[in-house]
């Protein structure tokens, strides 16, 4: 009977343990613990740019200090997650009201090759006027990819003609350019806006 008890009292403190473990695990992982984890992964997302936009204007990361602003890579060709995501974003941008003039929503182009400045100011026509487009070389274009961490590739299709894979994660950075996490656009507009709103 003793060594029953005994047993039980074994298997529920490994079970205990295990538990703290995968929890302890779990707060690491999304930055609760360990307070230097959050600021690494942060402090490894983003970073300096120069490019143009769709009026071919020069365009910086420092154009944007003190305003949080979105960022968020595609390509004019995209069948459907990007024109999805700049209607999303226009959407939000609408519900902002006045204080859209207090944030900005980068497109950010992954085919250079097809997507110049006059490319983008058409496509975006067709969006909220706030959205800006952004392009460059590919070798600029290459550059801004990799410091967010993005993923892109060439697909080629038939006859030649080709389409892009990419990340598809909206970037919110904070009023120093710093990122702060992915922000969800696919909910209520309101819901959107006035998470944004904290950031200001």
Do not use: W
Request: proline fraction near 6%; charged fraction near 20%; hydrophobic fraction near 45%.
């Amino acid at each position: 009977m003793a060594s029953r008890a005994s047993r039980l009292a074994l298997l529920a403190g490994a079970f205990s343990i295990g538990l703290l473990l995968c929890l302890g695990l779990v707060l690491v992982a999304t930055g609760r613990l360990g307070g230097g984890s959050q600021v690494a992964t942060a402090a490894a997302v983003g970073g300096p740019f120069r490019l143009v936009d769709q009026d071919g204007k020069p365009i910086s990361d420092t154009d944007f200090r003190g305003k949080p602003f979105l960022m968020f890579f595609g390509f004019t060709h995209c069948p459907d997650v990007c024109p999805t995501a700049l209607f999303e974003a226009s959407e939000l941008l609408r519900a902002l009201g006045p204080d859209a003039s207090r944030t900005a929503v980068l497109f950010v182009s992954v085919d250079p090759e097809r997507d110049t400045p006059a490319v983008l100011k058409d496509y975006l026509s067709s969006f909220e006027p706030g959205l800006r487009g952004v392009t460059g070389t590919p070798e600029e274009i290459a550059a801004v990819a990799k410091a967010f961490r993005v993923y892109y590739r060439k697909v080629p299709l038939e006859a030649g003609d080709y389409t892009m894979d990419h990340t598809a994660i909206v970037y919110l950075m904070d009023k120093q350019g710093k990122f702060v996490a992915p922000f969800n656009i696919k909910r209520a507009p309101e819901d959107a806006a006035a998470d944004l709103k904290k950031h200001f």
